[in-house]
């Protein structure tokens, strides 16, 4: 059983913080989490990817969160945190957590996809 849980998201006035988190986990076998990224969907929108992390701490933001978000995890607890900073109104959107696992009973990598978090920044 996979699951990928995020955490984190709340309601934040235009330049507050916010702070997201995702945990992935696997029960009954050993696991390997790879690249791990952040995704959001607002109302109307396709969903579009906002920052990502490989295993070996490479990472990526979109242009529209530069300077603004900071995405980093914690290997050892298979965590990923997106810090937001500097909101603004047009970052509000549900946000997802993915996560590409390796499950190595029965050797299946795929991505997979937390719930959504809903993410609200007021002007």
């Known amino acids: 059983q996979v699951q990928v849980v995020e955490s984190g998201g709340g309601l934040a006035q235009a330049g507050g913080s916010l702070r997201l988190s995702c945990v992935a986990s696997?029960?009954?076998?050993?696991?390997?989490?790879?690249?791990m990224g952040w995704y959001r969907q607002a109302p109307g929108k396709q969903r579009e990817l906002v920052a990502g992390i490989s295993s070996g701490d490479r990472t990526y933001l979109a242009d529209s969160v530069k300077g603004r978000f900071t995405i980093s995890r914690d290997n050892a607890k298979n965590t990923v945190y997106l810090q937001m900073n500097s909101l603004k109104v047009e970052d509000t959107a549900v946000y997802y957590c993915n996560a590409d696992i390796w499950v190595y009973y029965g050797s299946s990598r795929r991505e997979y996809w937390g719930q959504g978090t809903q993410v609200t920044v007021s002007s």
């Open positions: 696997v029960s009954g076998s050993p696991f390997s989490v790879n690249d």
